[in-house]
């Protein structure tokens, strides 16, 4: 089973590899790079000959509801060429490629593919724009470098789901600056992830709707290192949204047409569900902190931080 760069990755790829650097390191409005004709072409085929059929269980979204995105994180499981593709970005030579091309050294692959794997977005189906979350939930690693391939033979800019590379989503979107990237067959999107690496994509809207053939696929491959640059981390944070603003024909006194009104609808109930997640997360911490609050044990350790203090100010003759 070929796991070596040559036998994967596109010539045109590892000659480019020493200019790549500079170009991660430019890119506005954050780190990022664009290779086409990232893989063989062959091997790229087969990961698309491949590609798993989308499976409802697991296009659940964050709150549970099935949506129009699937994604399998058992990378391995799907079948030989996926395991070839395994075994090639967990050796020494990829990630030792994928720094060089980066700058960002000791990079650690994620065995378990947490929220990586191949991704499957449908017709209606969009990315608001966010920020990923930025340490591993069982390592605890800092989460550095998302490496997307697509795997789209026919896509037109005009269907969405172009990959969007935002400044700041919260500012006016006139001061907003995006680069956009089309999901194209065998092209490869390397980003940095950080605090203000924000990305998203605009909605799918594919010539014949939910019976189009066309969807947009990918595979997303998630990369960490153990400690990170200390500008960039102002601590632990889950992914990060930023609802997309009405759009900007939509102003006073105009009448609505029916696509305003449901995109409308879309952006209320996507804000509704975002709220609904943060105040559930926010009762699970706070059943947590109660049950904690409650131990025989915190009330024992407090009395005992309570009597070592009045110690602390008798010796030093306090009241």
């Not at 954050?30 to 059929?53: A, G, K, N, R, Y």
């Not at 709150?63 to 395994?86: C, F, H, P, S």
């Not at 391939?149 to 269907?159: A, F």
Request: charged share 25%.
């Amino acid at each position: 089973m070929a796991n070596t760069l040559q036998d994967c990755l596109s010539p045109s790829t590892l000659k480019a590899t020493a200019h790549l650097s500079r170009a991660f390191e430019s890119a506005e409005p954050f780190s990022h790079l664009v290779i086409d004709e990232f893989f063989d072409s062959d091997f790229c085929q087969t990961l698309l000959d491949e590609f798993p059929v989308f499976d409802d269980e697991k296009a659940r979204n964050e709150n549970g509801i099935i949506g129009r995105k699937a994604v399998y994180t058992e990378l391995r499981d799907i079948g030989t060429q996926y395991q070839k593709l395994d075994k090639l970005i967990r050796s020494e030579k990829f990630l030792n490629w994928v720094s060089q091309a980066t700058g960002i050294p000791d990079l650690i692959y994620d065995p378990d593919y947490f929220g990586g794997g191949t991704h499957e977005n449908c017709h209606g189906q969009d990315l608001d724009p966010h920020v990923d979350f930025n340490r591993h939930p069982v390592t605890n690693y800092h989460r550095r470098l998302n490496l997307i391939i697509y795997l789209n033979k026919e896509w037109q800019d005009d269907w969405g789901g172009l990959i969007e590379f935002h400044q700041d989503p919260r500012k006016p979107p006139a001061e907003n600056k995006i680069t956009k990237v089309a999901p194209l067959f065998n092209r490869c999107v390397i980003f940095a992830t950080h605090d203000h690496s924000w990305h998203g994509f605009e909605r799918i809207n594919l010539p014949n709707g939910d019976q189009d053939p066309h969807s947009r696929k990918s595979i997303a491959l998630y990369f960490y290192s153990k400690t990170r640059p200390a500008h960039e981390y102002k601590g632990r944070h889950s992914t990060i949204y930023v609802e997309r603003p009405l759009p900007e024909h939509i102003q006073p006194g105009q009448v609505l047409s029916t696509a305003d009104y449901q995109r409308i609808q879309v952006l209320l109930t996507r804000r509704d569900q975002h709220l609904q997640r943060l105040y559930r997360d926010n009762h699970r911490l706070q059943d947590k902190l109660d049950k904690l609050t409650s131990h025989k044990a915190f009330w024992i350790a407090r009395m005992g931080l309570n009597l070592a203090s009045k110690v602390k100010r008798k010796l030093l003759g306090q009241k």
